[in-house]
């Protein structure tokens, strides 16, 4: 019947054609069909239930069978229902349509109004805005041909699954023409596919009950779906929770909702509001928005008290906090299916959010799998996405491993592109994915991991940097008060006289000790330090200004050609490798001093701070001499171990990388003789 049903996507599409007449832009269509689309839904379901219902009690006590309707759940229609009008019995008369159609839209169950937008105030929600839209139509003069053409789209031979495949596809090309929509609602047809059937695989046929939460639901095609396609696989009992933001996304799928055996959706934002405190879903699957921001929301996540989040990832992209909260409510027992884009493999640095965001999923051995989808498979972009699979109960033989499947090129060119989606996957290309998941073994686009590959030290270092011949300037050694004896950061110098360059031009500092300033050029002194002596000092370079600091019958300088520090006495000792610090610093009024700029010199070692990226063991010993071995082979400088911060992350390129196939010579060799030989009989027919 999924056929059949399609038939009227052309019909839903063919009601844009008095919009376009009329003048509106076409990334408004949404908002102007989202409505019509809801009441035709709406309206055969409440027929198709209305019948079903007749034929199993009867209709001969019109009050007891609206009862029996009503305590159905499904919203209600009076005029549907006990009267047996219809969009397209108010459509038969254009001159009482007025009062008749919003007769007819009043008549409905309130939380079905709610959903609608049936005549609300300046202040409430309007998710469907039915009321405004109305109006709008009505002052273009085409409200009842508009509301005539959707009338003429019958949907009760239907059920729920195959209207639900009418509206994703309706779904997805407003998606494609509307910025505010576009991507956020819609996963692929195949993708849902795919995803059903990774459960499939995981899942026993039984009677338990089984629940299905999408915590970005949209329109609920991903949900839905995966209930559908479970339920025809599976003979288990199901109960599906969505939560959405999107008013009128929202609206659509709590409709749908209510003509499902057991379901409930939820509106507002899955990130600040606490819908699901103490539950626990057995199945959880989510296609998040990514590379959106959250900062508008950024004190509510970082004041959470549900403990959802062990780590915050970039402000610019959410799609860690919405997979944190997946696995804060996915069972002990439970399986998830995440789509992210591929920042989430590799952003942020090791000790950042996003790493230690997939350090704790590591940790917790919850990743089961990760699978990479062709390019141009989903309607809004055209880049890699992956999808994640997290289980909390992995097999004993998968503890503290991973596969990583390549699925890249696992496709088929569609006949016809739809928005950016120009390939697609078969139902063979699913199951090779899915066989590669179950098998769980190496094969040419699949390998298995243990978990700790994508672990890495980030082992920073202080560096010591050395002259030509492999020395750094000696510092002399104090006792701190623990009595160790520990080398000193600096040797002080006592000059009578600085000489450099800046700028090109020379100058001396002979005075060290600044108490006095030009009145009539500055305030203060400390006006004087900060606008002319401190960016003075802050920009002499040792090493390219030529300073010279001169001593009591001692010059030291920097030399360039050797890299080091030259002490020159009338001999020229060479001292090693370092640095001359200038330092300038204003010193307030004290009980014993007047205030005053000092000037100091300051001889140090030539340090720098650096970080090795270093492979990581589990075990201490082995991961400690891991780096010991690493910065042996690696390090040539003197160095002193800093901070070593774990990180973890993943990379499709390097794991599944192809070098080049390269021509060989003599093939080259031939194509240039060809080449050449073509170019002899051109030269010689242009001869002729």
Known sequence: MVENILKHESDVWKTADLLIGAGIKQSDFPKYMMPFFALVMVESRLIRESKRLEEEIGKDNMDDFVEMFQLEGLGYNDYAIREGKTLKTICQNDKTFDVDFYAYIRAFDPETRYLLGVDKGTDEEKFLDISGIAGLLKKKDILFDTVKAWSEIDLTPFNNSEITTLEEHIKRRWADISAETAGEQYTPEDIIDLITEIIASKIDDNDKFLTIYDP?????????????????????????????????????????????????????????????????????VANPPYGVDWKGYKKDIENDTTERFVALPSISDGQF????????HLADDGLSVVVHNGSTLFSGDAGGGESNIRKHFFENDWVEAIIQMPTDEFFNTGIYTYLWIFNKNKPADRKDKLILIDGSNLWEQLKKSKGKKRRQMNPDHRAKIVNAFTQFEDNDFAKVFDKWNFYYNKQSIMLTNIDEDGNSINMPTKTN?????????????????????????????SKFVIKEFDDKNFKNLKEYYSKILKPKIDNIDYKESDLKVISKGVT?????????????????????????????????????????????????????????????????????????????????????YLD????????????????????????ITADIDDLENALKNLEAELAL
């Open 321 to 328: 906090l919405f997979t944190q909260h997946i696995l804060h």
């Open 644 to 667: 070593n911060v774990i990180g973890v992350e993943l990379n499709f390129n390097k794991v599944f990388y192809q070098p080049e196939q390269l021509r060989t010579v003599s093939e």
């Open 481 to 509: 008060r623990a009595g160790d004896v520990v080398e000193a950061k600096s040797v002080k110098l006592n000059p009578t006289k600085l000489v450099y360059e800046l700028n090109g031009e020379a100058y001396e500092i």
């Open 556 to 640: 030291h300088w920097y030399d360039n050609d050797r890299e080091t520090i030259i002490e020159d006495d009338g001999t020229q000792t060479v001292l090693g490798c370092g640095k001359i610090v200038v330092k300038a610093s204003y010193k307030k009024v004290t009980k014993t001093k007047k205030e005053h700029i000092a000037i100091t010199v300051e001889l140090t070692k030539d340090l720098e701070k650096d970080y090795e990226i270093i492979p990581y063991s589990p075990v201490e010993a082995t991961n400690q001499q891991n780096i010991a071995d690493f910065m042996a082979k690696y390090v040539t400088r003197p160095f002193e």
């Open 216 to 284: 970005t639901c949209g329109g609920a095609n991903l949900l839905f779906g995966v209930e559908d396609k479970i339920q025809q696989k599976f003979n288990r009992p199901t109960k599906t929770h969505g939560d959405e933001w999107n008013d009128t996304l929202y609206a659509l799928a709590k409709i749908e909702s209510r003509f499902r055996n057991d379901s409930e959706i939820r509106h507002g934002n899955t990130l600040t509001s606490i819908f699901h405190i103490e539950k626990k879903f057995d199945i959880v």
